[in-house]
């Protein structure tokens, strides 16, 4: 059994709350719009697995470091890991065929800031996509997402909303 944390597009925003929620999690996940390589390298810190893929905000550094897509398997659950994802009805350009042909059990995206979880029923896959977790964007919740991979079965999924409390902010953009 794993518990997984799922982030998304911090865009260089760290909040101490990433690690307090993610503190019980094996394994974290970023799918994309980083920021920079200090948050991945303080994600990575609370963590034995870190896994992340480069989004369409990440510069060099991070484009270097990690790839368009990543796809795995960890406890017996098959996964698809990128950026820009879309959901299903609606996925981006090639993605319904790179799911087609490596048919994952579960799909992980960001970019949209919106928080997703969707099952696609025709092709056997559970899309998710956290939403946004840093402080760029439009969305008016930053949010994130645990689950449980055991034995081949997503369990407790849960969505982790960070409220805003500006007199006392947990986090700060890192530069």
């Known amino acids: 059994m794993k518990k997984i944390g799922i982030i998304s597009d911090t865009h260089s925003y760290w909040d101490d709350r990433y690690a307090v929620h993610f503190a019980d999690c094996d394994e974290i996940w970023h799918a994309g719009d980083i920021g920079n390589e200090k948050v991945a390298l303080r994600l990575e810190g609370l963590v034995p697995v870190f896994r992340a893929v480069y989004g369409n905000a990440d510069g060099g550094v991070l484009r270097h470091k990690y790839k368009e897509m ?45 928080l997703k979880v969707i099952p696609d029923r025709q092709l056997g896959v559970l899309t998710i996509n956290p939403g946004a977790a840093g402080r760029q964007g ?11 991979l055991d034995n081949g079965e997503i369990t407790g999924c849960q969505v982790i909303e960070l409220a805003e409390d500006r007199e006392n902010p947990q986090g700060s953009i890192l530069d």
């Open 70 to 114: 990543e796809i795995f398997e960890t406890e017996g659950v098959k996964v698809v890991l990128t950026h820009i994802g879309g959901y299903p009805g609606r996925y981006a350009p090639g993605i319904r065929t790179r799911l087609q042909l490596s048919q994952p059990k579960l799909f992980v995206c960001g970019h949209s800031h919106i």
């Open 138 to 148: 439009w969305q008016k919740v930053r949010t994130l997402i645990k689950l449980t």
